[in-house]
């Protein structure tokens, strides 16, 4: 075992941990580092139950790769990190960090870029080790442990003609895109992931282990659909499932003098598909390319390829430079999107409503080509534009769950991407830019005054500036009077922590 004295070192400053701002993490915690004597307690304890766990500090086998997130400038030192497999290990983890306020995170798929999964100096449950996906195909549901990916819900699923709805990159983790809401390719027509979800498993702060579902712990499941990284330990979803079959799906590139036409085409395009059809805009510097900006477009149609080439035939008569449209099994969408590891990555999320207008979205592809060429090694970087019918997610009401963020706003995503620390501040800096050109462009289009809008921040992506209050709105009371009864000491505080009513 080695040291866990000296571990409060931070090795990169995550989205929310920098020069401008401290929002969605507390500024302040009165939790506590692990010490010598946690360790040892903890490894007796799960010794003694016996379960697998296994549990890394600083030096052993396995530590450093423990701590490694989708994005390296989300990684901290933890005191500590438990690798755990069941809910009764999970408990008594829990119960133990209660006890002695020991700071904690918990670590679902690691993609959160504001370091949500990460400690410095406290302790992680990792539940990477709980990836399981069971499918009941008689009753169309699929039982998914807290720690899978969803490449691994998509694959059990299609082995049974079925899916749900779930995130577009295979290894973005199910707890963390799950809880906070959840959108992905089959939005337009089944809703939010939280819209199919329809139980879960879950370890308190007090180890007690409870089902949740609109039938049982009603407040609580109610909950867990948008704030749900603040209430304990998810150890199982049970989501719904649809038959499915092949859809008709792929990446086209254009060049950017293109951009014109195809913003007449998809603004009208996308709203006739009600819901089947979808596609995310972007930029990129493919190297093929000689790495000169284009313009891609990942299109999806669920349907036919007969019915998504006419669908999308006025896309196609613009004459893509690279086409790999076809149609493909459910499950394979998720690869589909080129998502690049081991950079250092932030999120900052914005949103937009139809139609895009020209000089608005010439001016961020502007934008990205600066930054991109001005910033070592920053040409993998996102902006992305998606776009779908969001009529199916607004027949829910904001208040029915905690997510908040319902309405015909669609979101986009600036993601720089960059490998020294060194450029920090100007990725994260040029995130906030870009975004606030769609803040902007969002007030002088019709409609901003957010009626029917939603509140136009997805927590998901956003987890840099924006407060709990902002991605819960009205919801926000609740949550704190759910979260005085379920976390009255915040353990669970990592991601746009709710503070307990008093
Ligand atoms: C490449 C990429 C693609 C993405 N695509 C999509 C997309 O298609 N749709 C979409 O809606 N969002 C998408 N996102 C955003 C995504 O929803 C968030 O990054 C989300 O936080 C990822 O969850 P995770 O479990 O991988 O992350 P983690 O970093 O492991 O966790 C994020 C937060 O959730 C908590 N958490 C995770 N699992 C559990 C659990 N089982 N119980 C309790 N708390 C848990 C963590 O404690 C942390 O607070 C994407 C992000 C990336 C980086």
């Known amino acids: 075992m080695g040291s866990v004295g000296n571990t409060d070192t931070i090795v990169s400053l995550p989205d929310n ?43 052993d086998d396995g530590y450093e790769d423990s701590l490694r997130r989708w994005s390296r400038a989300a990684e901290k030192r933890a005191g500590a990190v438990l690798l755990l497999k069941t809910p009764s290990a999970i408990a008594k983890a829990l119960r133990y960090a209660s006890e002695h306020t020991i700071d904690l995170a918990v670590r679902g798929g690691g993609h959160s870029t504001a370091g949500a999964s ?104 109610w909950a867990l659909r948008g704030g749900g990284q603040n209430f304990g330990v998810v150890t199982e979803f049970i989501l719904q499932a649809w038959k499915q079959d092949n859809v008709w799906a792929g990446v086209m590139l254009f060049p950017t003098e293109k951009l014109a036409d195809i913003l007449d085409v998809l603004n009208e395009i996308i709203l006739e598909m009600r819901g089947r059809g979808a596609c995310v805009l972007g930029f990129s510097r493919p190297p093929p390319a000689g790495g000169q900006v284009l313009i891609i477009i990942a299109v999806f149609y669920d349907g036919t390829e007969e019915e998504g080439r006419a669908r999308f035939q006025r896309l196609l008569d613009l004459g893509p430079i690279m086409n790999t449209a076809t149609s493909v099994p459910y499950n394979s969408v998720n690869r589909m999107l080129h998502v690049p590891q081991g950079r250092r990555v932030s999120m900052k999320g914005a949103s937009f409503t139809l139609p895009l207008r020209f000089d608005f979205v010439k001016s961020t592809m502007d934008a990205y080509a600066q930054f991109t060429s001005e910033v070592p090694h920053s040409q993998e970087s996102l902006l992305l534009y998606e776009i779908f019918e969001p009529g199916k997610i607004c027949e829910v009401a904001n208040h029915e769950m905690s997510f908040a963020n319902r309405g015909r706003r669609m979101n986009a995503m600036v993601g720089p991407m960059w490998t020294s620390p060194e450029h920090d501040a ?3 800096a040029w995130a906030r830019e870009v975004a606030d050109m769609f803040k902007a462009e969002l007030s002088r289009s019709k409609g901003s005054d957010g009626k029917g809008e939603g509140l136009g921040v997805y927590g998901n992506y956003d987890q840099y500036d924006e407060k709990s209050r902002d991605v819960f709105g009205g919801n926000y009371a609740r949550l704190q009077e759910l979260k005085a009864r379920y976390d009255a000491g915040n353990m669970f505080n990592k991601l746009f922590s709710v503070a307990p009513a008093v």
């Open 118 to 221: 990460s400690t410095s100096g406290g302790l992680v449950i990792d539940l990477s080790s709980m990836r399981s996906v069971t499918v009941d195909s008689t009753a169309k549901t699929l039982a998914v442990q807290g720690g899978a990916q969803w490449s691994d819900v998509d694959d059990a699923a299609w082995e049974h003609g079925l899916a749900t709805v779930g995130g577009t990159v295979a290894d973005t983790g199910v707890g963390g895109l799950t809880l906070g809401g959840g959108y992905g390719w089959l939005s337009g027509t089944h809703g939010l992931v939280i819209d199919n979800l329809i139980s879960c498993e879950i370890v308190l702060a007090s180890g007690e282990v409870v089902r949740a579902s609109k039938d049982e712990n009603a407040d609580l499941f």
């Open 426 to 428: 100007r990725s994260r």
């Open 17 to 59: 941990q920098n020069a401008w701002s401290c929002s969605s993490l507390p500024a302040t915690t009165d939790r506590k580092p692990v010490t010598e004597q946690h360790v040892s307690d903890l490894r007796k304890a799960l010794k003694e139950l016996d379960e697998g766990s296994i549990l890394l500090v600083p030096g």
